[in-house]
Every structure is written in structure tokens, then in C-alpha cells.
């Protein structure tokens, strides 16, 4: 079974999961962070199972956890891709990009700076070719696109945005829209630890119908809850997971993820 996936038009492949180093850094911003000793054991079982693409970002715990992937990679690995969020584009692509010690082969931007123009923000990204955008607007993802074109720029390859059985919207434009584009979609869960603490979140009677549902799948099919989650995003096709590692029983879901197949009945059953 192949562990890569071609990331849609750019031929880039990436593992047909990611792993999100939003957790690693220094304990002193939180408690559940993992620090560097705690980190290793993780990325190496994770690494060591072909999961070898990195979602890190220099705005996570001021640039530790992009140290602390800089330090494990150091130590041998051969093959890791990488996807790094910058907020300012021309410091923060280089400076990003020296810190991790290896090349980065998705360089996303983090959020729209609306004290920019589209068009200054679309110039400067086609002068260092970043190559993908989180958090924005349908509408707007398009009209950055179109003033690219419009220049004969560098077009977006990805996006990246929040989707998973009990966050649905992007079902609504994005995903269809990218996927007719052939821009790669990689989705990260909205109701990890840290992104609670930036969101509002409640908990929906319908979530609480979906989890159910989940749950009575994987006790059908003797798995977990996460893995048969992650299987449900990868069967909308032309999907990365972004997955958030704490333990290595959490590595050992994501692994066994890639190779459930849901049926359209069962995707159905939890939608």
C-alpha cells in the first residue's frame, strides 16, 4: 500500500497524513505542550511509519516547535516534506526557512492581512512562491487566484481549513471549488486543545448524534474513534489529514486510518 499522495496539480507528494507540530515547544506557554524529549519518541514512530510531512508554523510558542522539528530532523531523516504558516511573506519565509534546518516544499501564509492589498500580498508571494492559504473566505481565495492570473503570477496549490464529521462547512464552497481547480486540500481538526482556546466552541445535539454514530462504527469494525475519522476525511478524496499526536496509540490510529475503507453507506451513516 502506498503511504503517498500527489498534492493535486503541483506533482509535490506529501504522506497521506501530516503531522501537525502545533503541540511541541516549551512547557513554560503550557502544560500540555511536549517538550523536545517528549516530542521525539512521537515524531520518530510517526516518521518511522511513513508519516513523514510536517505542519509547523514560527507562530507556534514563538518559534519553538519549529526548533524542536529542526533538532529531530537533524538527526537523520532523509525524505520529510514540509508545510510552514508564515504571517509576514518575505522575513518570515527566510528567516523560517533556516531555522528548520531543510527546505520547505509547501510554504503556506497563515491568515489574510486585510492592511494589504490582494494584489501587494499576491506579489510578494510570487516572488518567493508560497504555495498555500488557511482561513479564508471562499470569495476571497478566488479573487487572490484571479488577480494571479490576471499577472501571470503563481496561482495557490493548496488550502488548508478545518473540516472532519462535526466540522462541515467548507462542504458548502471550498472543497467543491478545489477540488474542480485542482488546489490539494489538507484539513485540520477545529476542537484540538489549542484551538479552543483561540475559537468559541459548544458543543451541538447533533455533534453529540455524530460522535455516537462514530462510536458505534468503530466498536463495529474493532477500531478507534480517530482512525475511523481520519478515514472519513480521506474518503472525500484529494484530502490530507493534519493529524495532532500527543501518544504513540495516537500515531498507531492515523496508521491504521490508511487502510480503512468506508463504504458510501457507512460515510452516510456519519454524516
Request: net charge negative; glycine share 4%.
Amino acid at each position: 500500500m502506498s503511504t503517498k499522495m500527489q498534492y493535486m496539480s503541483s506533482g509535490l507528494k506529501v504522506s497521506k497524513t501530516v503531522i501537525a507540530c502545533m503541540t511541541h515547544g516549551d512547557k513554560n506557554w503550557q502544560p500540555w505542550v511536549l517538550n523536545q524529549e517528549e516530542a521525539f519518541p512521537i515524531l520518530k514512530s510517526a516518521y518511522d511509519s511513513r508519516s513523514n510531512t510536517f505542519d509547523v508554523a514560527d507562530t507556534y510558542f514563538n518559534r519553538q516547535s519549529e526548533e524542536v522539528l529542526s533538532a529531530f530532523l537533524e538527526e537523520g531523516t532523509d525524505d520529510a516534506a514540509g508545510q510552514r504558516r508564515n504571517d509576514d511573506v518575505h522575513d518570515a519565509a527566510d528567516a523560517s526557512s533556516a531555522r528548520p534546518g531543510t527546505y520547505s516544499e509547501a510554504l503556506q501564509i497563515h491568515r489574510l492581512d486585510r492592511e494589504v492589498s490582494m494584489e501587494g500580498t499576491m506579489r510578494a508571494i510570487n516572488d518567493i512562491l508560497i504555495v498555500g492559504r488557511l482561513n479564508i473566505l471562499a470569495e476571497e481565495f478566488q479573487m487572490m487566484q484571479n488577480i494571479a492570473e490576471k499577472h501571470n503570477w503563481h496561482k495557490f496549490i493548496s488550502i488548508q481549513g478545518f473540516y472532519n464529521p462535526l466540522n462541515r462547512e467548507h462542504e458548502r464552497e471550498m472543497n467543491a471549488y478545489c477540488k474542480a481547480i485542482w488546489i490539494a486540500l489538507s484539513m485540520r481538526e477545529k476542537s484540538d486543545i489549542f484551538l479552543k482556546l483561540l475559537f468559541r466552541y459548544k458543543q451541538l445535539e447533533a455533534d453529540e448524534e455524530t460522535v455516537g454514530r462514530m462510536e458505534e462504527l468503530a466498536c463495529k469494525k474493532g477500531l478507534s474513534m480517530a482512525s475511523v475519522a481520519i478515514a472519513w476525511v480521506m474518503s472525500k478524496g484529494g484530502m490530507v489529514p493534519i493529524c495532532g499526536l500527543y501518544i504513540k496509540q495516537q500515531v498507531d490510529d492515523s496508521v491504521k486510518s490508511l487502510s480503512i475503507l468506508l463504504t458510501n453507506r457507512e460515510c452516510r451513516y456519519l454524516e
